[in-house]
């Protein structure tokens, strides 16, 4: 009987064992397919990461090929992207909530910051997109039962913006700001990935508006919907001219 025992339970470690090393096996195949499921849902765009290569042992590894396309009405570049970011993760908390990401570095980050003829921009309806997902309290659609997340430090560096405006005849780039994000949801019991979404949104787009500011764009000459204000305003202050009076017809 206890010999069962005994076998009963090494069939049990065997299968925990080969259960853990299918998920860790598993773990980039998993932290790509979330990426693009929830952060498409939340942005309302497509997002594409084309790998991710974390090493099991150490924790660190890079995510490559991440990509956020504009929302409708706009153009066809992507509003966001970088080619690779450096990522440090406490592997003793991956099976328990919150999960604790120690550093994220995104390096060269491509931002492209457009304005419609209204002076909308791409990224403000990104971020409203966001904000619309994180606002509620609601978890996108694919996020499930996922635990929540703490990033000590986030980064993001030498970076540039691409500004497209209507009146420009082509892009003008400007360097971006570092970014710097410390302890996102430390307080507590960690963040949604909502929540860092939109966190993370909402300072790219406040570090593309001073990379405008620094550069002295003043982006509202610049945008069809001002040059339309102007026209109607200089339209309405123009003294208008009572109109002849009609002359009579000869027989």
Same mark, same amino acid.
């Given at each position: ?23 860790? *096996? ?32 150490? *924790?660190? !590894? ?12 706009? $153009? ?16 003793? $908390? ?21 304005? !419609? ?18 606002? !509620? ?6 996020? *499930? ?44 019991? !960690? ?61």
């Amino acid at each position: 009987m206890m010999k069962k025992i005994l076998i009963g339970l090494g069939v049990l470690v065997v299968i925990v064992a080969v259960g853990i090393f299918v998920f860790l *096996g598993n773990l980039n195949d998993i932290v790509r397919a979330a990426v693009e499921k929830v952060g498409s849902d939340m942005t309302q765009t497509n997002v594409v990461l084309n790998e991710v290569d974390i090493e099991l042992t150490s *924790g660190k !590894g890079a995510l490559r090929g991440f990509r956020v396309t504009n929302p409708s009405g706009f $153009s066809d570049d992507d509003a966001f992207k970088f080619d690779e970011v450096s990522v440090s993760i406490d592997l003793s $908390s991956v099976r328990s909530d919150p999960i604790i990401i120690k550093e994220v570095i995104i390096s060269g980050p491509e931002v492209v910051y457009e304005f !419609g003829d209204d002076g909308v921009s791409n990224l403000d309806r990104l971020n409203k997109n966001v904000q619309s997902k994180s606002g !509620g309290g609601e978890k996108s659609s694919g996020g *499930g039962d996922s635990p929540n997340i703490v990033i000590e430090s986030l980064v993001l560096q030498n970076g540039k913006v691409a500004v497209i405006a209507p009146l420009l005849n082509e892009k003008l780039s400007v360097p971006l700001p570092t970014i710097r994000l410390k302890d996102i949801g430390k307080d507590g019991k !960690g963040a949604t990935p909502e929540e860092i979404a939109s966190q993370i949104m909402d300072a790219v787009l406040k570090g593309a508006q001073n990379a405008v500011a620094n550069a002295k764009i003043n982006v509202d000459q610049l945008t069809g919907a001002a040059m339309k204000q102007v026209e109607e305003a200089a339209g309405e202050a123009r003294p208008r001219v009572p109109a002849a009076p009609a002359m009579p017809s000869r027989a």
